[in-house]
């Protein structure tokens, strides 16, 4: 009896081992019914479908370099559409084209290699002056591709992944919103150049979950991000990013992913909400951002550099440019018909917690002859805001310059006080400050000298 059970159980073991053995066989058989040329005629087909099926068409973030290792080149918008007949369209307007738009057509084919590779073999004035030798003095052009090797695609993000045959430098494609090539352009452009004008002279801040980092020179397209408390030369790390727009807002994506610490980024949204660009699966870990108005004042006041106090109706309260007609009409009485040509800001005693913020003023008297006076304030910065108060005559000419111009006594009182502080313009841009005093309506505005 032992001996039938056991008989059994063996048999019921190799029909189990059997019903496994051929299920697996008939999976495998059905994982490879196509040979690899078949599989790639597949891809090739499945590709060139994918890439005319965008109604609106495409833009590629194109980064032309000569070595993948090291940052030698910025990146650079090309918009496309790729066209059934098996010509494409591309349109870019930059540096490359002198900044106007360049609109041209050539052909594209997706040939097979080991895998399936995106080709423009006909010349394209977009796409083809990156690579042309003759473009550059070296003879090595910018160092761009016109061949991709297609690595992937995302349904959701309707994009399409794919890496320099030459360069190996990885290039993104991403479907349009709108079909208006140029008007797409220049609606990225000129939401980079409202955040990130090229005169702008504040570095931004990345901030990680586990580090802050400064971000200088983000206007020129090619950041150096390092260590906020690091050194720019030592930790040096080049980042060139490009800004597009899609259905879900304006991205800013670095070329590469950017090893910060313990921390990936690589692709940020802006939050409008919170003026900031944030990690669109993290919104709350990662973001970029101005550094806070009242601190960088103080730093770079600090280290030097002057702002002047911009003399005009719309840049001061009602109250302080009635002050300020006065002193207009007080100046043009005088025989000599004096002009108020600059109110300059600086500091001394710079490393002193309560540090002198001085105005330097400088009039000019028939055309010809200038004097120039100085007013110091105490000044201090806490909690979000600055102070300045109790405004001194420094000299012997100070004094006699404000009983002359009573007006002038009066503007540099009016402006002592407490204030917040914020940009003009962008806040990402730090280059003119408006200075809001707390509690009250007295406000004007500081503008860096560059």
């Not at 790390?237 to 090893?259: E, W």
Request: aromatic content about 12%.
């Amino acid at each position: 009896m032992g001996k039938y059970r056991n008989n059994i159980c063996s048999w019921l073991i190799c029909l189990i081992v059997s019903a496994i053995t051929a299920a697996c066989s008939h999976e495998v058989d059905s994982l490879f019914t196509l040979t690899a040329a078949e599989r790639i005629d597949r891809a090739v087909s499945d590709y060139s479908a994918y890439l005319t099926s965008s109604p609106e068409g495409w833009v590629m973030e194109y980064y032309p370099t000569n070595s993948v290792n090291h940052t030698t080149g910025r990146g650079y918008l090309i918009v496309l559409d790729f066209m059934n007949d098996g010509s494409a369209v591309m349109t870019m307007k930059n540096s490359a084209s002198d900044y106007k738009a360049l609109r041209d057509t050539s052909v594209w084919e997706i040939r097979k290699d080991n895998g399936p590779v995106l080709s423009f073999p006909t010349y394209n004035s977009c796409l083809h002056r990156f690579s042309d030798p003759s473009y550059r003095e070296l003879g090595t052009g910018m160092g761009g591709d016109y061949e991709f090797v297609l690595a992937d695609t995302a349904t959701e993000s309707r994009s399409v992944m794919m890496k320099g045959k030459k360069r190996g430098v990885y290039v993104r494609m991403s479907q349009l919103a709108e079909g208006n090539h140029e008007r797409y352009i220049d609606g990225v452009e000129a939401f980079k150049d409202s955040l990130f004008p090229y005169d702008a002279v504040n570095y931004n801040l990345l901030s990680t979950g586990n580090a802050v980092y400064r971000v200088d020179s983000i206007s020129g397209g090619i950041p150096n991000i390092y260590p906020v408390d690091g050194d720019p030369v030592a930790n040096e790390k080049r980042a060139p990013y490009l800004i597009t727009l899609h259905k879900d807002g304006y991205h800013l994506r670095f070329r590469d992913v950017l090893h910060l610490g313990a921390d990936d980024v690589q692709e940020l949204v802006f939050d409008p909400d919170r003026n900031c660009f944030a990690a669109g699966d993290n919104s709350g870990k990662v973001t970029l951002k101005a550094p806070d108005a009242v601190a960088f004042f103080d730093e770079t006041v600090r280290n030097g550099l002057g702002w002047s106090m911009k003399l005009s109706e719309d840049a001061m309260c009602a109250q302080l440019y009635s002050i300020y007609k006065r002193l207009l009409s007080q100046m043009a009485a005088q025989r000599d018909k004096y002009e108020l040509e600059s109110w300059y800001c600086t500091i001394h005693d710079a490393q002193s917690e309560e540090a002198i913020l001085s105005v330097d003023v400088t009039f000019r008297k028939n055309r010809n002859t200038r004097i120039k006076v100085r007013y110091d304030y105490d000044y201090s910065v806490g909690s979000g805001v600055v102070s300045m108060k109790n405004p001194v005559p420094v000299g012997s000419q100070s004094e006699s310059v404000l009983s002359v111009f009573t007006a002038f006594d009066e503007l540099l009182k009016a402006v002592a006080g407490d204030y917040s502080i914020c940009s003009v313009k962008s806040c990402f841009c730090l280059n003119s400050l408006k200075w809001n005093q707390a509690g009250d309506s007295i406000w004007f505005r500081f503008d860096i000298e560059k």
